[in-house]
């Protein structure tokens, strides 16, 4: 069987981070999600693990990302961030987010939560991603911050752990 670290990698890479367009749910809340599953079906190793991103807004937003296995919830993560207010921008944002989801690829393969610890890429040539996370998979929080050109534009709180019962 994987191991929640290598689920989360892979899930979060086919998520938010691929730049593939999420599922938009119609009415009031407009919630934006990224689903992704994967099972096993070897007699004896059977299981199904499933990952849920769910977010709202835009230039400042709100989320949960949730894995299940066997249909039974065993992690979850909240997120909530913003665009600083004197750079929401349509065209700086999309460049923002564009270079964040970069950042996300690059996830910790023992601690695939955000992003690394820091970030930089030829692309984006004036940014730079900088994550501070507490703790290990199991029970978390942390803050990662975007500047450009050496001033903050963006940031984001998250916390998270294991389920048990």
Known sequence: MITLEE????????????GKPPITLKGESGAKIYLY??????????????????YQGNYSFFGTETVWMNNKEVWKMSYSGRMLPEYQVP???KQTYGFLKKALKRGLKTKPIRGPKGFRHEEFKHFEYINVLEGDIHFF????????????VYRCYYNGCSIYS
């Open 91 to 93: 065209d700086f944002t």
């Open 37 to 54: 599953s994967e099972e096993n079906l070897k007699p004896g190793l059977e299981y199904r693990l499933d990952y849920e991103d769910r």
């Open 7 to 18: 689920f989360l990698l892979r899930a979060k890479k086919q998520g938010y981070a691929s």
């Open 141 to 152: 929080r942390g803050t990662e911050i975007i500047f450009f050109k050496g001033k903050e």
